[in-house]
């Protein structure tokens, strides 16, 4: 009788236990938020964090405190990201193709699979930018000049084996020219390059078209529809280019952290993505949204792999 009022005992308790637990990731977020950005400020990671920490308060009920572990183009903060605690309270931005690339190249301290991604909330479309004056009007302006004068053609972008770099070479191939990469620190670099006439172009995103108007001019974008930003702007596929490529952002938890947890975070992002304001503030800034949430992020990552790999591999980015 003693054994079995224990044994009752003991059920009684793991079931108030596994309520408890319940009621604690229902409750989540109840305190702030530790969102690492694993570049610096100013870049699109920042910017979307930024607009999602300006919504946390009002839409999940806590605070986002933002912070930077800049380094390696992301390795350095993705490469500690496991060592952190897995409660839900620290999380971190992630990209495609850098979380697929980087490691494909070299040890840099995580593989694509270390990184657990919980929600997936833009991507950056990839496009070709010139300067207003350029003499490249159109982007046939471009590729006959390309291809009247072979290997002359610069193109800028941010950093090697990125989305703009990626850009550079399948735009190159398929529109049968060939055109120099230019890896530069960030977009803003890559527009002053632009600007001050160091290249003839950008293997970019439409971002810049948003944030630098006045001085740039959008050849084509890479969405599948004309963007609503942009709606002049032909997509490649209008073109004859099927590229509708760009540098997909979400964010990631330490492995430790539990499933509910993990579903937890998912569900808070996924509500402040959905917010009309928050959704106009990122496509008047020529950003392109995406709702791709836990797991399906991590089935996301992995069919993405194999279409970044191939195409870094027949570059000679990746052996």
Known sequence: MIARR????ATALAVAATLGLAEKVAAYPDKPINYIIPFGPGGESDITARYQQSFSKQLVGQE??????????????????????????????MNLPHIIIK?????????????????????TPDAIIVKKNSPFKTLKDLIKFAKANPGRLT???SGKGSANHLLQIRFSGLAGIKSAY????????????????????????????????ANIRLLAIATAK???????VPTFRELGFDITTGAFRGVAVPKSASESTRKAVSDAMGK???????????????????DVPYPQSLKFIAEKSGFYLKLAKDAGIIK
Request: charged share 15%.
């Open 103 to 123: 490691p494909a190249q070299k040890d840099v301290g995580f593989k694509t699979k270390d990184i657990t991604s919980v929600y997936i909330f833009q991507y």
């Open 6 to 9: 224990t044994m009752l005992t």
């Open 226 to 232: 004309r963007h609503p930003r942009f709606p002049s």
């Open 272 to 290: 402040i993505n959905k917010h009309p304001k928050f959704v106009k503030k990122m496509i008047g800034d020529g950003f392109a949204l995406v």
């Open 182 to 213: 230019v890896a530069m620190k960030g977009t803003g670099a890559t527009v002053q390059a632009i600007l001050g006439g160091q290249v003839d172009g950008g293997a970019s995103y439409s971002t810049a078209g948003a944030k630098y108007e």
């Open 155 to 157: 193109l800028a972008g």
């Open 64 to 93: 986002m405190v933002v912070s930077y572990k800049p380094g390696g183009g992301g390795a350095v903060g993705w490469s500690q990201l496991n060592n952190m605690k897995g409660d839900g309270y620290t999380i971190m931005g």
